[in-house]
């Protein structure tokens, strides 16, 4: 599939994103020939989708100041504002959540506000719109789509019946349908397949990319990008790292140009305060007392022991997952978004639906109860901060110590079960020590938490998490969504808070270089269940090989081996 | 500045304020007797007042404004009714434990007699206050099954009870003479009197005559206070507080181990147990009850009111009560009064329904957090 | 299985409990069947039309529209200047709807506008709306009519020389769509009696021999529902039905697929009004008074529950449910009173009987409505888990 026409169909000439000051795309060229099919891999964060986001006009991009550089549809210049030019202009795009109408037909999906209309009398007296709809034709043209995409769904199936795997190719029959489509974006379009359901579609990509049309694809699983691309791009941090011939990568190569490498240095100076030691799973103990409390040093015991768990948390499903988390250690579990890790923190603390047994310090701990979770001395610091971690319109001292007043009886006044109320001078007192201790900026602790900034709000919740006293203390995404400053001040605090107080710390983060940078172990989850557990100095790559589902890859002893290929030049 | 306080209190309330101002300036220069129209500004907020406390509840609680009201206040005609009905025979229930239990000795025949009509009302009250426990608890129940669509179930909740109860008060095997229809025997009346048993029974306690045209009802205004204060304590003990989060935000609440659904139940029987005090206390100062549909638009008010004294669909605070009906009862006063005199004509419905629906409006619409 | 067999049953109580109510009551009443049928041809001229103008709003999602009061007020304002007017008959009836045109237009748009301020609770804040535009109808009514709005016909006006009076007779109009074509159903000896109390030319007839009387059918009127009725077939058909059928589904998906969401809503309301100002015409032509301040609250609280007793929900309804609704609603609203006298000796409890009907049953709709919503919910929550 060589570039068989003179002039490219889309390029892209130092495209560059900021938000708000925050460089998230810089320098992004590259070009597109009719009927090529493009890989687009890197982790989460590294500027897919505000790439996509550019070249479909979201309203997201031209709310926040516009971008920078030119794009050239046909050798001109382009620049959409909203999706409708984008769509107009030939740019189909195909999300990760279903966009289709439940109640309605596949026929009356694929052609949405596309309707193909009778003439009448009336339309040219009002409108378009009180034209009837000329079904029979609606329907043939459906059809066509949907064969187009050698798949065999029946048009007059409605959404709400159809497996998963269906919803997926109705979507992508929609762009199809459009007469006009000559670019087609899928991100992620495979997550929600069945393994025959994703060939189906990876033959049906190839069939349509034969008819002339370009296809920019995402998917986490690289094997799939390497069978099916001619050509893969990688982006990191913001910024184009490879754009090579899939022919001439390998999935290991891949996988090690997205965690990054030069990073890795910048965070070296982080890990320094970690006592770094090469790591064996069999005697992680031992390893772990070395930077513990002594006192610990006799506990053979695990803190938190999880067999095979499941977790009902919408977009974030865990299917399967065992692992062990050992007293005093801080444990990180990453993975791509939407795989399951949030799934785990959150089915632990009983926020959402979920089975399998969790045993806290040998004891069998009673899921789906948040209380029980809490009363076990549990503490959840909440990756949705104003969704769950917040009381947006309440003061700080209420966010700070509201669950230790309701779980534990604390800063109340009154006899217990009778009559208690709440005592605000206690409560602002405690408050207090942890805005001074945490430096948390507000004008005190009346303030709403609403009010504050991202990373002081992350600070509020650490907070609240503190004031329960935990034995083992659980946090989603620590960093999301706040400052460089704020991130290393709160990973900060939780090393602190672990070395004084030898609590387990559980980190739930989006973020490799952060998860190595404070943790001792790193369990990676793929697609619900857990693809390995790697000590926190174990390779980028072999982590990014674990996210992009390569697991199988790994056996035994292999990891030990990948460190000694470190800082060895891959291109 | 003068925007930033606009903004926080709404056009609407800040319209409202001044026009209720206007009212008062223009009273004197159209003959309308100040003195008159604040007394009934008074008596009309302590009778309405803990109708419109009972919204605090069940907004704090996120269950939004409780267009249910009509159900507490079933309960509350339930129970003046029945005090009123079996009134000889609590009479003679106290006299039988003064005579059986000692440290009840003060209850003599001299001292019930007395004291019969704070007796009675008081037991219009005690009998009030569990059976509006029990439908409050049940109303939860169901609102809790319906989340997300709380207000209009509650409209036609309170709907339904009411013309439920018309057929209820027409089959009740009531047979006081002074209650029931004379001719048939049976079936409650549509207005009752309460002449005699607890008439003003707060209007006159510790009444304070300032002149002729004004008379502070101390009694119903302490027994206000007392309600709030009560109110205002409970928002602050533990599962007040709880209540608090689950409206502030639920998944928060859930997530620090409260019960969401039982703290919604709490404030649904709390604010059906101050709905049924607030109609027993409306009903001694207005001097009847009014049974079959008297009850249908009562939540209205109460709702508008709260609102306008500066409540939102979720956030509402005693001092929204307490400036909410002043302002609202102020209105509904004066309006006739002063348009009486320069229009010689009464709007004073229209303004009302105007205003109370306007305001109800102005909450709706407003942007809320998603 | 199980779940089919509950849904089945939930969508099909309503109607259910009342054929059972009916079938106790009907007896009870001592109603003839002559009687019962003349009643309900009668009321099913009356107020489907009013019914039908909910459907729209229900089909782009915005549930039942209690605003449609505000049409049938526009209506009634029509009606009024024809009265001062003096315009009678046809030419009457198609003024009155000429001058509430515009006027429920007008309100509709103001309607819609709050109503896409208010997602999400559309219903309660429509059903506020029309406590509010009736405070300012009351105000044009009562105080600016006759004095800033010019009614020279005093028998109109209130004696004080402006508003409105309570009751305003509509002599003029009444019945004339109902007899445009008139048209009776009558048995062989019920036709004889007819004809000779009314005279032959006049009535188009239909012999039924098996009929005992003569039954009079609003056959005008009729055909005006049924090309209401080809008009909501055909509008479901166009584009603009089809619109707002996926808005009612998924606002976010009909936006990002260009669907103009907010002004789509605003023309189904508009349209709702519009038809329930008609509606409110036709009913008053039949009825033959105005209560100048109450009809029109009735309007919508009866309309709303016929509806949903024929078996609608809040998010759907189709032309069947009107005509099922309205049928078994005013056959309970017909033999309630007379039951109820004949059972416990007193009329009055089947007045009552029949309000608790109309309240609890759009208050039991609008419970299994929420109710179903939160357990599908849940169910698309589940079903996004996959295999486990």
Same mark, same amino acid.
């Given at each position: 599939?060589?570039?068989?026409?003179?002039?490219?169909?889309?390029?892209?000439?130092h495209?560059?994103?900021e938000?708000?000051g925050?460089?998230?795309?810089?320098?992004?060229?590259f070009?597109?020939?009719?009927g090529?099919?493009?890989?687009?891999? %890197?982790?989460?964060?590294?500027?897919?989708s505000t790439?996509?986001?550019?070249?479909?006009?979201?309203?997201v991009?031209?709310?926040?100041?516009?971008?920078?550089?030119?794009?050239?549809l046909?050798?001109?210049?382009?620049?959409? &504002?909203?999706?409708?030019?984008?769509?107009?202009?030939?740019i189909?795009?195909?999300?990760?959540?279903f966009s289709?109408?439940?109640?309605?037909?596949?026929?009356?999906?694929?052609?949405?506000?596309?309707?193909?209309?009778?003439?009448?009398?009336?339309?040219?007296?009002?409108?378009e719109?009180?034209?009837?709809?000329?079904?029979?034709?609606?329907?043939?043209?459906?059809?066509?789509?949907?064969?187009?995409?050698?798949?065999?769904?029946?048009?007059?199936?409605?959404v709400?019946?159809?497996?998963?795997?269906?919803?997926q190719?109705?979507?992508?029959?929609?762009?199809?349908?459009?007469?006009?489509?000559?670019?087609?974006?899928?991100?992620?379009?495979?997550?929600?397949? &069945?393994?025959?359901?994703?060939?189906?579609?990876?033959?049906?990509?190839k069939?349509?990319?034969?008819?002339?049309?370009?296809?920019?694809?995402?998917s986490?699983?690289?094997?799939?990008?390497?069978?099916?691309?001619?050509?893969?791009?990688?982006?990191?941090?913001?910024?184009?790292?490879?754009?090579?011939?899939?022919?001439?990568?390998? @999935?290991?190569?891949?996988?090690?140009?997205?965690?990054?490498?030069?990073?890795?240095?910048?965070?070296?100076?982080?890990?320094?305060?970690?006592?770094?030691?090469?790591?064996e799973i069999?005697d992680?103990?031992?390893?772990?007392?070395?930077?513990?409390?002594?006192?610990k040093?006799?506990?053979?015991?695990?803190?938190?022991?999880?067999?095979?768990l499941?977790?009902?948390?919408?977009?974030?499903?865990?299917?399967?997952?065992?692992?062990?988390?050992?007293?005093?250690?801080?444990?990180?579990?990453?993975?791509?978004?939407g795989h399951?890790?949030?799934?785990?923190?959150? %089915?632990?603390?009983?926020?959402?639906?979920?089975g399998?047994?969790?045993?806290?310090?040998?004891?069998?701990?009673? @899921?789906?109860r948040?209380?029980?979770? @809490?009363?076990?001395?549990?503490?959840?610091?909440?990756?949705?901060?104003?969704?769950?971690?917040?009381?947006?319109?309440?003061?700080?001292?209420?966010?700070?110590t509201?669950?230790?007043?309701?779980?534990?009886?604390?800063?109340?006044?009154?006899?217990?079960y009778?009559?208690?109320?709440?005592?605000?001078?206690?409560?602002?007192?405690?408050?207090? +020590?942890?805005?001074?201790?945490l430096?948390?900026?507000?004008?005190?602790?009346?303030?709403?938490?609403?009010?504050?900034?991202?990373?002081?709000?992350? +600070?509020?919740?650490?907070?609240?998490?503190?004031?329960?006293?935990?034995?083992?203390?659980?946090?989603?995404?620590?960093?999301?969504?706040?400052?460089?400053?704020?991130?290393?001040?709160?990973?900060?605090?939780? +090393?602190?808070?672990? +070395?004084?107080h030898?609590?387990?710390?559980?980190?739930?983060?989006?973020?490799?270089?952060?998860?190595?940078?404070?943790c001792?172990?790193?369990?990676?989850?793929?697609e619900?269940?857990?693809?390995?557990?790697?000590?926190?100095?174990?390779s980028?790559?072999?982590?990014?090989?674990?996210?992009?589902?390569?697991?199988?890859?790994?056996?035994?002893?292999?990891?030990?081996?990948?460190?000694e290929k470190?800082?060895?030049?891959?291109? | 500045?003068?925007?930033?306080?606009?903004?926080?209190?709404?056009?609407?309330?800040?319209?409202?304020?001044?026009?209720?101002?206007?009212?008062?300036?223009?009273?004197?220069?159209?003959?309308?007797?100040?003195y008159?129209?604040?007394?009934?500004?008074?008596?009309?907020?302590?009778?309405?007042?803990?109708?419109?406390?009972?919204?605090?509840?069940?907004?704090?609680?996120?269950?939004?404004?409780?267009?249910?009201?009509?159900?507490?206040?079933?309960?509350?005609?339930?129970?003046?009714?029945?005090?009123?009905?079996?009134?000889?025979q609590i009479?003679?229930?106290?006299?039988?434990?003064?005579?059986?239990?000692?440290?009840?000795?003060?209850?003599?025949q001299?001292?019930?007699?007395?004291?019969?009509?704070?007796?009675?009302?008081?037991?219009?009250?005690?009998?009030?206050i569990?059976?509006a426990?029990?439908?409050?608890?049940?109303?939860?129940?169901?609102?809790?099954?319906?989340k997300?669509?709380?207000?209009?179930?509650?409209?036609?909740?309170?709907?339904?009870?009411?013309?439920?109860?018309c057929?209820?008060?027409?089959?009740l095997?009531?047979?006081?003479?002074?209650?029931?229809?004379?001719?048939?025997? =049976?079936?409650?009346?549509?207005?009752?009197?309460?002449?005699?048993?607890?008439? =003003?029974?707060?209007?006159?306690?510790?009444?304070?005559?300032?002149?002729?045209?004004?008379?502070?009802?101390?009694?119903?205004?302490?027994?206000?206070?007392?309600?709030?204060?009560?109110?205002?304590i409970?928002?602050?003990?533990?599962?007040?507080?709880a209540?608090?989060?689950?409206?502030?935000?639920p998944?928060?609440?859930?997530?620090?181990?409260v019960?969401?659904?039982?703290? =919604?139940?709490?404030?649904?029987?709390?604010?059906?147990?101050?709905?049924?005090?607030?109609?027993?206390?409306?009903?001694?100062s207005?001097?009847?009850?009014?049974?079959?549909?008297?009850?249908f638009?009562?939540?209205?008010?109460?709702v508008?009111?709260?609102?306008?004294?500066?409540?939102?669909?979720?956030?509402?605070?005693?001092?929204?009560?307490?400036?909410?009906?002043?302002?609202?009862?102020?209105?509904?006063?004066?309006?006739?009064?002063?348009?009486?005199?320069?229009?010689?004509?009464?709007?004073?419905?229209?303004?009302?329904l105007?205003?109370?629906?306007?305001?109800?409006?102005?909450?709706l619409?407003?942007?809320? =957090?998603? | 299985?199980?779940?089919?067999?509950?849904?089945?049953?939930?969508?099909n109580?309503?109607?259910?409990?009342?054929?059972?109510?009916?079938?106790?009551?009907?007896?009870?009443?001592?109603?003839?069947?002559?009687?019962?049928?003349?009643?309900?041809?009668?009321?099913?001229?009356?107020?489907s039309?009013?019914?039908?103008?909910?459907? #729209?709003?229900?089909?782009?999602?915005?549930?039942?529209?209690?605003?449609?009061?505000?049409?049938?007020?526009?209506? *009634?304002?029509?009606?009024?200047?024809?009265?001062?007017?003096?315009?009678?008959?046809?030419p009457?009836?198609?003024?009155?709807?000429?001058?509430?045109?515009?006027?429920?237009?007008?309100?509709?748009?103001?309607?819609?506008?709050?109503?896409?301020?208010?997602?999400?609770?559309?219903?309660?804040?429509s059903?506020?709306?029309?406590?509010?535009?009736?405070?300012?109808?009351?105000?044009?009514?009562?105080?600016?009519?006759?004095w800033?709005?010019?009614?020279?016909?005093?028998?109109?006006?209130?004696?004080?020389?402006?508003?409105?009076?309570?009751?305003?007779?509509?002599m003029?109009?009444?019945?004339?769509?109902?007899?445009?074509?008139?048209?009776?159903? $009558?048995?062989?000896?019920?036709?004889?009696?007819?004809?000779?109390?009314?005279?032959?030319?006049?009535?188009?007839?239909? *012999?039924?021999?098996?009929?005992?009387?003569a039954?009079?059918?609003?056959? $005008?009127?009729?055909?005006?529902?049924?090309?209401?009725?080809?008009?909501i077939?055909?509008?479901?058909k166009?584009?603009?039905?089809?619109d707002?059928?996926?808005?009612?589904?998924?606002q976010?998906?009909?936006?990002?697929?260009?669907?103009?969401?907010?002004?789509?809503?605003?023309?189904?309301?508009?349209?709702?009004?519009?038809?329930?100002?008609?509606?409110?015409? #036709?009913?008053?032509?039949?009825?033959?008074?105005?209560?100048?301040?109450?009809?029109?609250?009735q $309007?919508g609280?009866?309309?709303?529950?016929?509806?949903? #007793?024929?078996?609608?929900?809040?998010?759907?309804?189709?032309?069947?449910?009107?005509?099922?609704?309205?049928?078994?609603?005013?056959?309970?609203?017909?033999?309630?009173?007379?039951?109820?006298?004949?059972?416990?000796?007193?009329?009055?409890?089947?007045?009552y009987?029949?309000?608790?009907?109309?309240?609890?049953?759009i $208050?039991?709709?609008?419970?299994?409505?929420?109710?179903?919503?939160?357990?599908?919910?849940?169910?698309?929550?589940?079903?996004?888990?996959?295999?486990?």
């Amino acid at each position: 599939m060589d570039n068989n026409n003179n002039q490219p169909l889309l390029r892209l000439e130092h495209i560059g994103k900021e938000y708000y000051g925050n460089r998230v795309l810089s320098d992004i060229s590259f070009e597109i020939n009719p009927g090529e099919i493009i890989g687009l891999v %890197g982790e989460n964060g590294a500027g897919k989708s505000t790439l996509l986001n550019i070249l479909f006009g979201n309203s997201v991009i031209h709310s926040t100041g516009g971008y920078d550089g030119n794009i050239y549809l046909d050798e001109k210049l382009v620049h959409f &504002t909203t999706p409708h030019q984008a769509l107009a202009a030939g740019i189909g795009m195909v999300h990760q959540e279903f966009s289709l109408i439940p109640g309605f037909s596949a026929t009356e999906n694929i052609l949405l506000n596309r309707e193909v209309l009778n003439g009448s009398l009336m339309s040219y007296v009002f409108s378009e719109r009180v034209s009837t709809l000329d079904r029979s034709e609606m329907h043939k043209r459906a059809l066509t789509a949907i064969n187009t995409l050698g798949v065999n769904i029946s048009p007059d199936m409605l959404v709400n019946e159809m497996p998963v795997g269906y919803k997926q190719f109705i979507e992508i029959a929609r762009e199809i349908d459009r007469k006009n489509t000559r670019i087609l974006f899928l991100d992620e379009p495979t997550a929600v397949l &069945t393994e025959s359901e994703a060939e189906i579609l990876l033959s049906a990509l190839k069939k349509l990319a034969r008819s002339g049309i370009a296809i920019i694809f995402i998917s986490h699983r690289l094997s799939e990008i390497k069978e099916l691309c001619s050509r893969i791009l990688v982006l990191r941090d913001g910024k184009l790292i490879t754009d090579q011939k899939s022919e001439d990568l390998t @999935l290991r190569q891949i996988a090690s140009l997205m965690v990054g490498r030069e990073s890795l240095r910048k965070e070296e100076k982080l890990i320094e305060d970690i006592p770094e030691q090469p790591v064996e799973i069999g005697d992680i103990n031992e390893t772990l007392d070395l930077g513990q409390k002594p006192k610990k040093k006799k506990k053979k015991k695990p803190a938190l022991k999880v067999e095979h768990l499941w977790v009902d948390m919408p977009g974030e499903t865990v299917r399967d997952v065992s692992f062990e988390v050992m007293r005093g250690e801080i444990f990180g579990i990453g993975g791509l978004a939407g795989h399951g890790k949030l799934g785990i923190p959150n %089915g632990i603390m009983g926020l959402y639906p979920a089975g399998g047994k969790v045993r806290l310090f040998g004891k069998r701990l009673t @899921l789906n109860r948040p209380r029980v979770a @809490l009363n076990r001395k549990m503490a959840f610091v909440s990756e949705d901060r104003r969704g769950v971690g917040l009381l947006l319109d309440e003061p700080l001292d209420w966010n700070i110590t509201f669950t230790a007043m309701q779980n534990q009886g604390r800063f109340l006044l009154g006899i217990p079960y009778i009559f208690q109320v709440r005592n605000e001078f206690a409560m602002a007192k405690e408050a207090q +020590k942890f805005i001074d201790a945490l430096g948390i900026k507000c004008t005190g602790t009346s303030q709403k938490a609403g009010e504050l900034s991202g990373g002081n709000q992350q +600070k509020v919740c650490l907070a609240k998490a503190f004031v329960l006293q935990p034995d083992i203390l659980l946090i989603c995404e620590p960093t999301r969504g706040i400052d460089i400053g704020a991130k290393t001040l709160v990973l900060d605090t939780l +090393k602190e808070y672990n +070395k004084e107080h030898g609590t387990t710390i559980i980190i739930t983060s989006s973020e490799l270089e952060e998860l190595r940078s404070v943790c001792n172990r790193v369990a990676i989850v793929d697609e619900g269940r857990i693809a390995g557990v790697l000590p926190a100095s174990s390779s980028a790559e072999d982590f990014g090989m674990l996210m992009m589902g390569q697991n199988s890859n790994f056996v035994g002893g292999e990891e030990v081996n990948t460190n000694e290929k470190e800082g060895e030049n891959i291109a | 500045m003068i925007g930033k306080f606009i903004k926080s209190a709404g056009w609407p309330r800040i319209i409202i304020a001044a026009f209720l101002l206007g009212l008062f300036i223009a009273a004197p220069f159209v003959g309308v007797n100040i003195y008159t129209s604040f007394n009934n500004t008074l008596v009309r907020f302590g009778m309405n007042g803990i109708m419109v406390l009972a919204m605090i509840p069940m907004v704090q609680a996120g269950c939004g404004l409780n267009f249910g009201l009509p159900l507490g206040i079933i309960a509350g005609l339930l129970g003046a009714t029945l005090s009123i009905e079996l009134n000889t025979q609590i009479l003679e229930w106290l006299v039988k434990f003064g005579t059986q239990y000692k440290y009840l000795s003060f209850l003599s025949q001299e001292f019930v007699t007395a004291y019969r009509q704070p007796i009675g009302f008081a037991s219009a009250i005690i009998i009030a206050i569990p059976i509006a426990a029990v439908l409050g608890w049940f109303y939860g129940k169901l609102l809790n099954r319906v989340k997300g669509d709380e207000m209009m179930i509650a409209t036609y909740v309170g709907f339904s009870s009411v013309s439920f109860m018309c057929i209820a008060w027409l089959l009740l095997p009531y047979k006081h003479p002074t209650m029931v229809w004379g001719y048939a025997g =049976r079936g409650l009346r549509t207005t009752i009197s309460v002449e005699g048993y607890w008439l =003003r029974i707060l209007n006159d306690a510790l009444a304070i005559d300032v002149n002729e045209h004004l008379r502070i009802p101390t009694g119903m205004l302490i027994f206000f206070a007392v309600t709030a204060v009560i109110v205002w304590i409970f928002m602050r003990t533990k599962t007040g507080t709880a209540l608090t989060a689950v409206g502030s935000n639920p998944e928060f609440a859930r997530a620090s181990g409260v019960n969401v659904d039982r703290m =919604r139940t709490i404030s649904v029987v709390m604010s059906t147990i101050l709905g049924a005090v607030g109609i027993i206390v409306y009903e001694q100062s207005f001097g009847f009850i009014q049974l079959y549909m008297g009850p249908f638009y009562m939540a209205l008010p109460a709702v508008a009111s709260i609102l306008l004294g500066g409540a939102s669909v979720n956030k509402a605070s005693i001092l929204n009560v307490i400036i909410g009906t002043f302002l609202f009862q102020g209105i509904l006063t004066m309006t006739p009064s002063v348009f009486n005199s320069v229009f010689q004509t009464d709007m004073s419905e229209v303004i009302r329904l105007i205003v109370s629906n306007g305001m109800i409006l102005y909450a709706l619409t407003r942007k809320v =957090r998603a | 299985m199980i779940r089919k067999f509950f849904d089945i049953v939930a969508n099909n109580a309503v109607p259910a409990i009342f054929i059972l109510i009916s079938a106790f009551a009907i007896p009870l009443s001592g109603f003839s069947a002559s009687y019962l049928v003349q009643e309900l041809l009668t009321r099913i001229g009356r107020n489907s039309f009013l019914i039908l103008s909910l459907l #729209i709003p229900i089909m782009a999602g915005m549930g039942l529209n209690f605003g449609m009061v505000l049409g049938a007020m526009a209506g *009634q304002i029509g009606l009024l200047f024809i009265c001062d007017w003096g315009v009678v008959g046809i030419p009457g009836m198609v003024l009155a709807c000429l001058i509430g045109t515009p006027i429920a237009i007008v309100l509709g748009i103001f309607c819609g506008h709050i109503l896409n301020r208010a997602k999400g609770r559309e219903m309660v804040t429509s059903y506020i709306l029309g406590f509010f535009i009736n405070g300012v109808y009351q105000m044009v009514v009562l105080y600016l009519m006759g004095w800033v709005i010019p009614i020279t016909n005093p028998t109109l006006l209130l004696s004080r020389g402006y508003g409105v009076r309570n009751a305003v007779s509509l002599m003029g109009i009444r019945g004339v769509l109902d007899n445009l074509l008139p048209t009776v159903i $009558a048995g062989t000896e019920g036709a004889k009696q007819f004809l000779n109390v009314n005279g032959a030319n006049t009535y188009l007839l239909l *012999q039924i021999p098996c009929l005992d009387g003569a039954i009079r059918l609003p056959l $005008a009127t009729f055909i005006i529902i049924a090309l209401f009725c080809a008009f909501i077939i055909w509008f479901r058909k166009t584009k603009l039905g089809q619109d707002m059928r996926a808005i009612g589904q998924d606002q976010g998906v009909s936006h990002s697929s260009g669907i103009p969401v907010n002004r789509t809503r605003i023309i189904a309301i508009v349209i709702s009004t519009v038809l329930a100002c008609y509606g409110q015409i #036709i009913y008053l032509q039949n009825m033959g008074t105005l209560n100048t301040y109450n009809s029109h609250d009735q $309007a919508g609280m009866f309309s709303i529950a016929a509806l949903l #007793i024929g078996g609608a929900s809040v998010s759907r309804a189709s032309i069947a449910n009107v005509f099922v609704g309205v049928i078994l609603f005013h056959l309970m609203f017909i033999v309630a009173p007379m039951a109820g006298k004949n059972l416990i000796g007193e009329a009055q409890i089947g007045e009552y009987f029949r309000v608790f009907v109309s309240y609890g049953i759009i $208050a039991l709709a609008l419970v299994l409505h929420a109710w179903k919503r939160n357990r599908e919910r849940e169910a698309a929550r589940r079903s996004m888990r996959g295999d486990k």
